[in-house]
């Protein structure tokens, strides 16, 4: 019996059609502008976020550090939610490469009297000015959860309001819109820029797009080079862009059953606790009773690969690899191994 691997939705793999799409794409040299595959993929992007333009890179933390970077000067602060992915899992680019500093909020999200009382202008000498206001949607260690749209916009509009930039990271956007039952253009309405990703739940090998105005994506594109992201045929990545955008968005909907299933079937199993208000897509955070690691070691033993995300909290991530009964075998090795452990 295969593997059920839900460590996370980037381990999914192209599907038949989409390799038939990388391998029939048209390509060129994409550092001189002349991969026609990346240009249509670009276009598509920045029409479904409903911006003026985008541009692809090869990894989502190459997209939220351009965006980032492009925005600040050294010195500035970025405010944005507890355990963020542009803090906490992109290798201190914000420091390293941006020199920006950061400024986390108490929660996942945040509102927008929470974003005033936390902003820093620049008339003060001794403060870090605060030039974005960065929103994680969905939060990945918030356990996939979604913003609501309402507080959305009150947050983007305070932003604007003190004189700073709103930067959405949405690289599981997608899924954020089949949740919530709206468009991705809905969702990413007012942020300055945006970072969508196509190698999660979409299912792509590889990249992610930068969407904002024309001027941003011109330094981002800039920036891109710097940063060593400048690639020649690219159009057979972007292909399988393309073909994610076209044929894997709507299907994101039974991931989210497939995590809710998982989660009702561990919710009450001696041992585990799910709040399951907060599963919202397809992400399932597992607290313990117990210590993660060893339970990891089981699960893996019986071919169920998860994550230790905190000393008693494990991760269950559902994707287009596994369907509702590989789902359901996970929750069962899982319980059993919450109970031996």
Known sequence: MSAVDLRS?????????MRRAIAEAEVGDDVYGEDPTARRLEERAAELIGTEAALFVPSGTMANQLALRAQTRP??????????????????ALAALAGAQTNMMPGHTFTAAEVRAAFRTNQDVHASPT???????????????????????????????????????????????????????????????????????????AGSLICGSRDLIFQ???????HGGGMRQVGILAAAGLHALEHHRARLA??????????????????????????????VMIDLQRPAEPVVAACRAQGVLVGATAAQRIRAVTHLDVDRDACLRAAQVVAAAVAAA
């Open 220 to 226: 981002c594109r800039r920036l891109r080079k710097m």
């Open 9 to 17: 939705d980037t381990v999914t793999r192209p599907t038949a059609a």
């Open 75 to 92: 010195g500035d602060e970025v405010l944005l939610g507890r355990d963020a992915h542009v803090w906490r899992h992109e290798g201190g």
């Open 254 to 283: 039974d991931d989210h059953a497939n995590a809710r299933a998982l989660a009702e079937t561990l919710a009450h199993r001696p041992g585990i606790s799910i709040d399951l208000a907060r599963v919202h897509t397809n992400i």
């Open 131 to 205: 030039a974005v206001v960065a929103v994680e949607n969905t939060h990945n260690m918030g356990g996939g959860i979604c913003w609501d749209r309402a507080q959305l916009a009150e947050v983007v509009a305070a932003a604007h309001e003190l004189g700073a930039r709103a930067h959405l990271d949405g690289a599981r956007l997608w899924n954020a819109a089949v949740a919530g039952r709206c468009s991705e253009r809905d969702l990413a309405a007012g942020f300055d820029s945006v970072s969508v990703c196509l190698s999660k739940g979409l299912g792509a090998p």
